[in-house]
């Protein structure tokens, strides 16, 4: 602050008080006095005589002994001045929350979690203190959808004992792919579905392989999972219904489809005359 503000240059100086530990006692020159041209504000700070502390043998010395070795134990005093203080806080070292940011790797690696380089700071600290809890709910449901939302900002929702695909059934759903795939046999109470917030033809391989590579690091070895996007109805180009003579360009003016194209209205109409689906 004095450089910024004054383009002056502090000298700190640790001097025998009785006042607080490492409270300023005086300042040369005073607040509100003019700097001399060298532009040093000398400032000293309160700190206990350590020749207290020794034997009295040696506090019994001349007082130009006592002198001198007072000044000497000085010098270990200013290099030790700041431990003190560093222990006073050093509860806030262990606080994710409002810790030093060059201190949050090294708290993630007492919790065996690396940090991307790609994280910002709130969401290092988020992390960091979210860990424990991620360790705690692991193999659950809870736990899954933290890490999703933890490690690839991903908002899912977990479905317990569900299972997408119903299996073949003739003359009912037999399409692969859609309603049925060709994997081991499963039980149910032993399947999740995870349901993501993407379109599945708007999804990036990235954003998919990552989620993927949670749910398998984070689910229970024996369990079976399934993800479902979200469904998008499928919309047609309003067209007018085929003129013989008139309109009949297929693709442009008229399309051939199948009952499952026609409005409800129309449908409910067909189905009285006996031309609707059964």
């Known amino acids: 602050m004095a450089k910024k503000r004054a383009q002056a240059k502090v000298e700190f100086k640790l001097v025998d008080s009785e006042a607080k530990a490492l409270t300023v006692v005086r300042q040369f020159p005073e607040a509100g006095d003019e700097l001399n041209d060298a532009r040093v504000i000398k400032v000293e700070i309160a700190t206990r005589p350590a020749i207290n502390y020794l034997p009295g043998i040696y506090q019994d010395a001349d007082e130009e002994n006592a002198d001198f070795l007072q000044r000497f134990l000085l010098i270990s005093a200013h290099l030790t001045s700041g431990i003190e203080e560093n222990l006073e806080f050093v509860h806030e070292l262990f606080d994710p929350r409002i810790t030093n940011e060059k201190w949050l790797p090294w708290l993630a690696s007492w919790l065996a979690m690396p940090l991307l380089e790609g994280w910002d700071e709130e969401k290092r600290r988020e992390i960091i203190q979210r860990t424990p809890e991620l360790y705690r709910l692991r193999g659950t449901a809870a736990g899954l959808k933290l890490a999703l939302r ?42 999740f579905t995870v349901e993501l917030p993407d379109k599945k033809t708007e999804i990036s391989r990235e954003r998919l392989r990552t989620v993927q590579a949670l749910v398998e690091t984070e689910k229970p070895a024996h369990a079976h999972y399934a993800l479902v996007f979200e469904e998008t109805e499928e919309t047609f180009e309003a067209v007018p219904f085929l003129h013989v003579g008139k309109t009949g360009r297929i693709g442009v ?15 409910e109409e067909l189905q009285k005359l006996g031309l609707g689906k059964k």
């Open 150 to 191: 933890l490690f690839a900002d991903v908002k899912a929702e977990i479905h317990e004992g569900e299972w997408p695909y119903p299996g073949l059934v003739i003359g009912k759903s037999s399409t692969i792919g859609k309603d049925t795939i060709l994997s081991p046999p499963v039980f149910i109470s032993q399947c």
């Open 253 to 267: 003016d008229a399309r051939i489809g199948g009952l499952g194209d026609l409005p409800a209205t129309q449908d």
